[in-house]
């Protein structure tokens, strides 16, 4: 998995959304300010994201965006796949080897590696994937959102956003404790 600017950006957004709607459309020019992401890129993004019906788009004076559903229905997992990210480490591992060298039997066809460090790298890869699936998938927009505001009241000035205290806190993790600890 390697998570790209695009469902980095997409996940702000969607946080700046969450937290600035009050139920009201917000424009994409606010949030675009706010999180310094180009206006044209946010464009691109939430019309993925409308597609994907996480987002609906209020048109007219006051217009903007609103969550098509509730901060806690919506996942961290729905927004990334939703802007094309891959959230699976092991997508690409089919049993051929990854690294271009092709390997034929004796009747020149393609043979699949089975070698015990394939099949433990393998594995390896698809745990990784089912974890990080679990987490992505069970973290909601409201889950970050309460972090952000329990965050805010407990050590920021009045005057930071509960993102940029989130951010200025520099939590290891905002959600869950680390990997480390719930397998020990």
């Known amino acids: 998995m390697r998570l790209t600017s695009k469902g980095r950006y997409a996940v702000r957004a969607m946080l700046d959304l969450t937290f600035n709607s009050n139920g009201n459309p917000v424009r994409l020019q606010e949030i675009s300010t706010r999180q310094a992401i180009s206006l044209h890129y946010l464009e691109q993004l939430f019309r993925k ?15 903007g965006y609103v969550l098509a ?29 990854s690294s271009g060298v092709e390997v034929k039997t004796q009747d020149g066809v393609s043979a699949k590696v089975t070698t015990t460090e394939f099949s433990l ?13 679990e987490y992505l998938s069970t973290t909601t927009l409201g889950d970050l959102q309460r972090k952000g505001r329990d965050a805010n009241t407990e050590t920021a000035p009045m005057t930071a956003s509960p993102i940029e205290t989130a951010i200025s806190n520099e939590m290891s993790s905002v959600i869950r404790p680390n990997i480390g600890e719930i397998n020990q």
Do not use: H, Q
């Not at 802007?83 to 051929?96: F, L, M, Q, T, Y």
């Open 121 to 133: 790298t393998r594995g390896f890869f698809e745990n990784l994937g089912v974890l990080m699936e």
């Open 69 to 97: 559903r509730s901060m806690d229905e919506i996942t961290v997992k729905d927004v990334l796949e939703c802007v094309g990210e891959n959230i699976n480490p092991a997508k690409d591992i089919s049993g051929n080897p």
């Open 49 to 63: 994201l409308r597609t994907g019906r996480v987002v609906k788009s209020v048109r007219g004076p006051g217009g």
